[in-house]
């Protein structure tokens, strides 16, 4: 399924109200007595402050080439442009939030604004092309509200979702609707593992997040399809939530790679290829080989092994199982370093 991104216009809410009796440090409380069948509206005046509004702007002489004539400004210049907007959303009471890659690459300045018209200068610490995951922080005098991570495993397809965000500059504009599907593939990246909804998305959710009714984030609104309507795709958490401690201490996230040309197989994935020099070849394994198990995990397809190996850092130690002409081997393998995008187009998987 072809999908594009849903483009920076507006960055979400500012996710949680503190109430009177919430502690300092701690994340938002949804209030007493609140029940969803009734309204949402408990569940949104809780955690419409801490999802925020993401502004960038870039030197306009790096962009010169795709300005129109009348805003052609002189070389040298250090004018900065506004050229988009997005959502994004706190997630601890120091300043740090997340969205998407995509709504802060290439940004000379990236500016910040919680639902309380409060602005504030935002640091990019850590981003993950591969998930579009960007992790944001800003300094303020004060605790800032934040909302808590769920666990997308815990949710189901039919399930009611909600999703706070900006979409087309409409700042803080809120949408509901249900799981429409999980897993879904769209071609975005090696790591596909999206959560399909029919909450509203559009062209400034890029980043916001995606509630479940008790209030927890499963995802981070990241791509719509244009031809459909109430079709919308975000990220699960449980794809960005393991990688958060690397993107805060390095910056990025060193995945762990194979090396190898995959094709499925009815046992399991199939060897077409091993390339010289890369942890596949020191491991011993050649095409042919079909691997049924990584790390005791059983596997279905080569989507299934790209995900598995994604999830592991580089230099970790795992096993293997394959069948080699008809017999079952285990071989153990040091994974390397995933290449970016540029090298993985001459590398395997």
């Known amino acids: 399924m072809n999908a594009r991104y849903a483009i920076p216009l507006a960055l979400g809410a500012a996710i949680g109200i503190v109430a009177s ?6 994340s938002v409380a949804l209030p007493a007595g609140y ?6 509206a408990p569940l949104v005046e809780t955690l419409s402050p801490a999802v925020v509004s993401v502004t960038i702007s870039q030197n306009a002489t790096d962009i010169a080439s795709e300005l129109p004539p009348w805003m052609q400004v002189p070389e040298g210049s ?3 442009l506004k050229t988009g ?4 959303f706190l997630i601890s009471d120091d300043g740090y939030l997340l969205t998407n890659n995509h709504v802060v690459a290439d940004a000379a300045e990236v500016s910040i604004t919680l639902q309380d018209g409060r602005t504030f ?4 610490i850590g981003t993950d092309e591969n998930l579009d995951i960007a992790l944001v922080r800003i300094s303020a005098d004060e605790s800032l509200p934040y909302v808590e991570l769920g666990q997308a495993t815990e949710s189901r397809v039919g399930d009611w979702v909600v999703a706070i965000g900006n979409p087309f500059g409409l700042s803080h504009t809120v949408t509901a609707g249900i799981i429409s599907a999980k897993g879904r593939e769209i071609q975005a990246g090696p790591y596909d593992d999206f959560i399909q909804t029919d909450a509203s998305i559009n062209p400034g959710n890029s980043g916001g997040p995606l509630f479940n009714l008790d209030g927890e984030v499963i995802g981070i609104n990241t791509a719509i399809n244009p031809w459909g309507q109430g079709i919308g795709f975000s990220v699960s958490v449980d794809a960005f939530a393991p990688i958060l401690d ?14 190898v040309g995959l094709s499925s197989h009815e046992s399991g994935v199939l060897i077409a290829a091993v390339y010289a020099n890369t942890p596949a070849a020191a491991a011993g394994l050649i095409a042919g080989d079909v691997i049924t198990h990584f790390d005791g995990a059983p596997l279905s397809d080569s989507d299934a092994l790209v995900r598995r190996v994604g999830s592991h850092r580089a230099g970790e130690k795992v096993t293997l199982q394959v069948l080699r002409e008809g ?3 285990e071989l153990t ?17």
Do not use: I
């Open 333 to 349: 393998m040091v994974l390397g370093e995933r290449p970016g995008r540029e090298q993985m187009q001459s590398w395997g998987r």
């Open 246 to 259: 690397d993107l805060r201490s390095e910056g990025r996230v060193r995945r762990g790679w194979v090396g």
């Open 21 to 26: 009796n919430t502690q300092a440090n701690s």
């Open 121 to 124: 200068d935002g640091e990019v």
């Open 85 to 88: 907007q997005g959502s994004g």
């Open 78 to 80: 250090q004018e900065k």
């Open 35 to 40: 029940n969803p069948a009734r309204s949402l």
């Open 327 to 329: 017999e079952r081997e």
